[in-house]
């Protein structure tokens, strides 16, 4: 069915492309973000994929960045040189390390089970939109690898002589261990590895990923081995294989352990393809031999590889781009792309995934998909907008997934990892997206259980003996109005109390305008009023937003600067008191006027630009390019801004992201900022435009959800540095201002710049 | 089906004994044993069980013997004094540590999950055949404990307040580690636990064993826990629980580690029994489930404890003893007990085991058993007689086993043990007792087969390049008659090269007489000839036998007192050159010829017992006593020999074995020496005579395989001290002899003893 309905789409794209030279997923460079702690890798991944098979080049060797090292959180750096494997389940930009587990390692000659020596420096890298291949130099071994959703599929080109599969369940990027396996033939494995404990947070929620794995051909050996733990005592001598890694030939048994694996050998008379597929699922193990069978039976490396291409095609090709230089669109490409990855298919081809919080297995309906990895503290400032938009119907599963999680864990998600709720980072970031999702036009969802989880999450903790893991601090929000400094040490644990009542006033803000559009009224006003609260924190005299203690004095000592890098500051979440100043996008021009007007807003805003305050690589001050548009006059400052980040800190190279990607956050930036328009507030329908740096963008829009059949973004430019705008016409009438509204957009607008070398 | 089979039996053993105070299971004391390296254990054990629910007092506390240490292979020591749980997969009597695994612990109050700190001191224990029950003094909890065939049966006596029943399968007797469980609802558990690594021989031989485990009542909270692997590096000072056991409240998803575990909690408001019920299998989970309903649904703790006590007092009775002393009946029902634990069963109830060697799940057919647990260098020389005797359908089970093994691994077992073949000890003892059995006639099994499997082992390893697990000496033994000293050595790594060839020399002998049973008179004379070439290592100038060297000189230097306390020494295994010296029960005639007649050989056999060069606590040696037999006039040496050996190493106390029960051959030994006879040579039908210990011995013979009902043995003593024979009257008429046949008493014969004080 699904295959179906991808074809013809597939085919308007195509054909509209026919005289170009290259489709959308050519320009697609997975190798972007793999430095700079992009955390991005440049494994092989279909769109949402549950399985990504990555290149793991982070254990031994001598490498540059070691796993449980400076907080790894990726399985692969362009600038280590020494591999080990190839994993199944990956998280891409994200900050905190998990998962980089289920590790694929071809090897020839002699068996050896040690990671750390059979691993190989490598050469000849290629990365693709679901394709990756390298030819490992220790074994002159081409490995190449492509995946379906949930499934990774590999093709080892083995020269002759001895060659091996091993499959590696002791080592995984992070230090949570055990697994279990079982040969069942010489041609199939199945098995689960434990992964979990993300950020550290809380090492009770590690969980199994189940999966199955084929062989091609049959191994002319196999079995299994597993480490002996290292004995000091009286019978250490006994065993003179103390704390090794011992192999159990033919072992067809159950294996369990801390550090497991398996190996299938082949004694080939000549130079072979070994294909291996993975097959994944958070469920169970028949799931995932279920979810394999579904979607790879009957069909090879290359089929399958093939069908990836086309897939990324066929949504990639929802924003076609023409113009601007090869790179332009390298970059744009492989942003649209990062924003495809996370929030990431859970539910197995069958409809089941594991409930959050509750232990048992759910169930959709046909059709419908679980979304995982909710990175919402980072994803709602544009990464959920942006797929509203272009892909209105996974932002619809996305919001039923997380209502679907408020059912099963009584919470909306915070930061949702495969079914364990992390509770990382700050903010009700989930009433955000559900509110702007729904404004945006996207109301197939259960709108009053979401309703009624914002609700709650907005209404507990209001006393002592009231719990609130998503808003920890509303006992002193909602009788203060902010939160104190004090809260940050106390039983609510509340990190950074500025950052977070701006991001309660955010969550407030679009809650109201949810409320607008459900006629409640009452909830509107008090919501509304609830989101201005942000002023109980400005403090006139210094003109600034800053920590406030519970009796309302102003903390002390208050440093502007300070909270940079990640730094633990008094009040502030990973930024600095300049990087939250003005995170009030739903009241930035009240803000402004208390600020001292437009003159000084401005001044205080370029200042931030001027004098390298402003940090691209987070998310609190990801906005502010676009906060000039406010004052009239000024809006060439967010079409110089926007366009030097875009050529600073977004490039073709690996490290051509900003920071960690975040789960697709920093990319969309980029996607919106090299279109023309940007969500410079959620919940918020105007988008603030700036210049585009195509000649012209095509969104073609979902009719299912929007009236317009595209939205439709010409660029007329003097020369080549043309980066102001001249003139904006919508739908060949002026546009007198630098914001433009969703729905007018979404019934099929056709926006046409003129731009200018000058402002 | 079995159980209506049981209970005729049964009640007529209970109506024989309606008169006498106790029934025979009333005499068993599981305590004997469990001191002096004896190695069994006082937990509950059905007949032939494989699972047994052991106390596990041999981790932490400050026990004086400590797991891993001293080749400790028990999971319980008479006088240790801290417990930390009931392992319900335990091997009894062995010398290597193995299993002593799935342990449940029951405790009070706060969880600990450190099984170093979650034990406790104990008192008031009590055990019984099927029945164990211990006081945890630190939760003042009594725990319970019976079982059946395939399952553990626990009843905890909770005080008011929390209890916990716990799981731990990061601990167990040896260090083979990893584990899988699943908890499925607040009363049922699954998973396996990795055991193996017999002796440290071979790690690679490890193995899952799969357990389902059931509350009697739901839990109030339940959950896992995993161990956090301690990590060094930069990330340490994120995880402030580094090398914690986390917790995992509620958790319902698979966990696999090497340290694992479970709980289930319950708030108490009273003081509350909870019974706790843990199905096994070698097979699978879910076979487990299967065993675990099958034998104990709808069934409570007092009820398998009866039915438990039932199916002992059963088998128990096949021997009935009167007169004696009650220490007498107590030595002789538990030694009986003990010949009643290994082999024991592997097979579960659909009949599905584990195949050795192949990764297969074999089936038997309906009322078929299957064994495992063949410790054949011990058990030839005495166990399997005794069961040919007095359980012939068993025995005829465990040759049928045997076969089969020889069809899936190509070999015919030498230390099996539940499907991996250890390949532990030396010598053929398989060959010796498939003849053994079918001479004494059990041949109801698959004897062509067994013929093959027996010619295979004999006959392989002729040359360099054919490989021989079973004899690893036949190169040096089939060309030049015994095995030299340079084959210790060299590769086939032959142990004790005297103590290997006088061991083929006995399988050779039982290989012959089964030949000459089925009428294969070429084999009988060559396997007979081979028999003999002990004498190749029969130095006539020191009138012993002795290591030889290749090139046919003696070696140098030679002691005959190297080797006891099983230091390691040239030619000979686990024992001296005396142990050895008159190992040769087939030909035995004749080495005394050889040693220079009758009254040197008798000098020197007494020499042996006079200057405490023999050793009761091992097997080599174990028949010496019943020699003096073979010359006329000197048998009062064996009554004498024998009788000071049963009152000086076997008691009633814990220490009350000699040494290691060696699965029951310690015990065999002692419950033919109490009747009056013993089978000095395997395969040979003539036993030796003794003077019976009790006034009456009645051996209730099966008649499908023995045509006699019963045998009767009776001793009229002048007073207590009547240890020698005055006269032996057998079938009413004097029998001038010491030694009886096999075929004569399995007719029925009744012996009547007269025991004079003096000899």
Request: glycine share 8%; charged share 20%; hydrophobic share 35%.
């Amino acid at each position: 069915m699904k295959k179906l309905l991808i074809l013809p789409f597939l085919l308007s794209a195509w054909m509209s492309q026919a005289f170009s030279q290259s489709l959308p997923a050519d320009y697609v460079d997975p190798f972007i973000g793999t430095l700079n702690y992009g955390a991005t890798n440049p494994g092989a991944i279909a769109p949402r994929g549950m399985v990504s098979v990555s290149p793991f080049n982070v254990a031994g060797g001598g490498n540059k960045h070691e796993k449980d090292s400076d907080w790894n959180s990726t399985p692969y750096w362009n600038d280590n040189h020494f591999m080990t494997g190839f994993s199944h389940v990956n998280l891409s930009g994200v900050g905190c390390p998990d998962l980089g587990a289920i590790l694929l390692m071809p090897t020839t000659g002699e068996l050896n089970f040690d990671p750390y020596t059979y691993g190989s420096t490598y050469s000849e890298e290629t990365a693709k939109a679901g394709y990756y291949s390298v030819k490992l130099d220790k074994y002159n071994t081409t490995a190449e690898m492509t995946s379906t959703i949930r499934s990774g599929v590999s093709k080892y080109h083995f020269p002759k002589g001895q060659a091996n599969v091993l499959l590696n369940l002791g080592l995984n990027l992070t230090n949570i261990e055990g697994g279990m396996l079982k040969i069942n033939s010489s041609t199939e494995l199945e098995g689960f590895k434990m992964v979990g404990g993300f950020c550290y947070n809380d090492p009770s929620t590690t969980y199994p990923v189940y999966f199955v794995m084929e062989l091609s051909q049959p191994a002319d050996e196999y079995g299994t081995w597993k480490e002996f733990k290292e004995i000091t005592g009286f019978e250490k001598s006994f065993a003179p294989y103390n704390g090794d890694l011992i192999q159990s030939k033919f072992n067809k048994m159950h294996v369990a352990g801390d550090s497991i694996g398996a190996y299938f050998t082949y004694n080939l008379e000549e130079a072979t393809d070994i294909e291996v597929k993975v097959g994944v699922s958070y469920v169970s193990i028949e799931n995932a031999r279920e979810n394999l069978k579904a979607e790879t039976a009957d069909k090879d490396f290359a089929d399958i590889r093939t069908e990836s291409k086309a897939t990324w095609n066929n949504l990639l090709s929802t924003i076609e781009v023409e113009g601007g230089t090869h790179d332009d669109k390298v970059k744009f490409y492989t942003a649209l792309y990062h924003t495809l990855i996370h929030p990431n298919t859970l539910n197995d081809v069958n409809g089941e995934y594991p409930e959050v919080g509750t232990g048992n297995i759910g169930k959709l309906e046909a059709g419908k998909s679980r979304y995982t990895v909710f990175s919402l503290w980072d994803t709602y400032r544009n990464l959920h907008p942006l797929m509203s938009l272009i892909f209105p119907q996974q932002q619809s599963d996305m919001a039923s997934s997380m209502v679907d999680m408020y059912y099963e864990n009584g919470w909306l998600p915070k930061w949702e990892l495969n079914s364990t709720e992390t509770f990382t980072m700050v903010g009700d970031p989930a009433a955000v997206v559900i509110a702007d999702t729904y404004l945006r036009g996207i109301q197939d969802f259960d709108v009053d259980g979401a309703y009624e989880a914002i609700m709650k999450s907005a209404e507990a903790g209001r006393d002592e003996d009231s719990f609130n893991p998503i808003r920890p601090g509303n006992e002193d929000y909602l009788s203060k109005g902010y939160i104190s400094t004090e809260a940050e040490s106390k039983r609510h644990n509340v990190w950074g109390s500025v950052s977070t009542t701006l991001e309660y006033n955010i969550a407030d803000y679009s809650t109201a305008q949810l409320a607008m559009e459900l006629g409640k009224k009452d909830d509107y006003k008090r919501f509304m009023k609830q989101s201005k609260s942000y002023k109980n924190l400005f403090d006139k005299k210094m003109n600034m937003i800053r920590p406030k203690n519970a009796d309302g004095s102003w903390y002390e000592p208050f440093d502007p600067l300070s909270g940079a890098n990640f730094q633990h500051t008094v009040g502030y979440v990973e930024g600095t008191a300049w990087q939250y100043a003005f995170m009030v996008p739903h009241d930035i021009r009240n803000l402004a006027k208390m600020t001292g007007g437009n003159k000084t807003f401005i001044s205080q805003l370029q200042n931030i630009f001027d004098n390298d305050l402003f940090d691209m690589a987070n998310e609190p001050d990801i906005a502010y390019p676009y906060f000039f548009n406010i004052v009239k006059g000024e809006e060439w400052r967010t079409q110089k801004t926007v366009n030097d980040l875009v050529n600073e800190h977004y490039t073709t190279k690996p490290e051509g992201l900003p920071g960690n990607d975040d789960t697709g956050t920093m990319s969309a930036w980029l996607v919106y900022s090299m279109m023309g328009f940007y969500p410079y507030c959620p919940a918020d329908m105007d988008y603030a435009i700036t210049s585009p740096i195509f000649d012209k963008v095509t969104i073609h829009l979902d009719n299912k959800y929007y009236s317009g059949e595209k939205i439709e973004i010409t660029a007329e430019r003097d020369s080549e540095n043309s980066i102001y705008i001249d003139q904006l016409n919508v739908n060949g009438k002026a546009h007198n201002s630098y914001f433009i509204d969703h729905s007018k957009l979404v019934n099929g607008a056709k926006l046409e710049f003129k731009l200018k070398d000058s402002k």
